[in-house]
């Protein structure tokens, strides 16, 4: 089964292999800062949210350090990304600023934000489809799971018709809209995962990222699995769902990626996520077979 990988759809829309480059400014996240909550999404371990940057933080500094860590991987161009928590909560000035600043550089082709749908508001959309016309802006929704009771247990807090408004407002303003779905997620069946996918491509994302239920020391989730352990997947069970979500995903999609990087100095669990090579290597001979 042929299916469009992030690496392919970087070769054929910048000519290139393109290298993400982290940046971190200290976001936050309504659903930890009590805005909306404070415990924040059940698997979600924390970490170095709320310490925002002073005007004219160290980002050139941070992207020449970055870059320093993926040049021995060969040359290339790169995409300024906004990973940890949600890149768009902040004042929409401070972002016109760091954003401005993280896509400045000849050899940064685009600028890479992950957010909740409901950061979005009028003017942040505004501002991203702006730079979007100035360089290709990729957001991505953490969606996890369409599964709204699913979605009330790990505290998503936001129902669906938000990210589905989200990625309309995104795709009406031509800018790449990639959803992050987590699989394993406590009481969900394979079928529920399943029509995770279906729900994200009938809402029109132009991108999936799928990632292994994590356990993570400091999220809520830790203390629940400490006290009380529940069977995760195992790397087999996860593999061929992967394989079949790739099935059902319409000519076009880009997999940006079919396995998370969880940091495996807080993992609690499961141990096979450390091996991502050979959760990858099996992922994709299930999908050759398919
Ligand atoms: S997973 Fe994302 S939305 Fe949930 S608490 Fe963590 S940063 Fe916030």
Request: glycine residues 8%; positive net charge.
């Amino acid at each position: 089964m042929k299916y469009l990988s992030f690496n392919e759809y970087c070769r054929e829309r910048f000519g290139c292999k393109v290298y993400k480059l982290s940046l971190d400014v200290g976001f936050t996240c309504p659903n930890r800062d009590g805005t909306l909550a404070t415990g924040g999404c059940t698997f979600c371990a924390g970490g170095s949210g709320g310490r925002f940057c002073a005007s004219g933080c160290d980002i050139k500094a941070q992207l020449a350090t970055a870059k320093q860590l993926v040049k021995a991987k060969g040359a290339g161009k790169y995409i300024a990304y906004f990973q940890a928590y949600s890149g768009t909560y902040a004042p929409v000035s401070r972002l016109e600023e760091i954003y401005r600043s993280a896509i400045e550089s000849e050899d940064i082709v685009a600028l890479a934000v992950a957010t909740r749908p409901d950061c979005l508001c009028d003017e942040t959309l505004a501002l991203l489809e702006r730079l979007n016309r100035q360089k290709p802006v990729i957001v991505e929704l953490g969606l996890q799971t369409a599964n709204e009771q699913s979605a009330k247990a790990f505290h998503r807090c936001y129902p669906n018709s938000t990210y589905l408004a989200a990625v309309k407002a995104l795709k009406a303003r031509g800018i790449h809209t990639v959803t992050h779905l987590i699989f394993g997620l406590p009481d969900e069946s394979e079928a529920d995962m399943l029509a995770s996918v279906k729900f994200a491509c009938a809402a029109g994302t132009d991108g999936v990222k799928f990632h292994m239920l994590n356990i993570l020391e400091g999220s809520l989730l830790a203390e629940s699995y400490r006290r009380e352990p529940f069977e995760l997947m195992s790397r087999e069970a996860y593999a061929a769902l992967v394989a079949e979500a790739v099935s059902l995903l319409p000519p076009g999609t880009v997999v940006h990626r079919l396995t998370g990087d969880g940091d495996k100095r807080i993992l609690i669990a499961p141990e096979w996520v450390k091996d991502k090579k050979r959760t990858l290597n099996l992922i994709q001979s299930y999908i050759a077979q398919a």
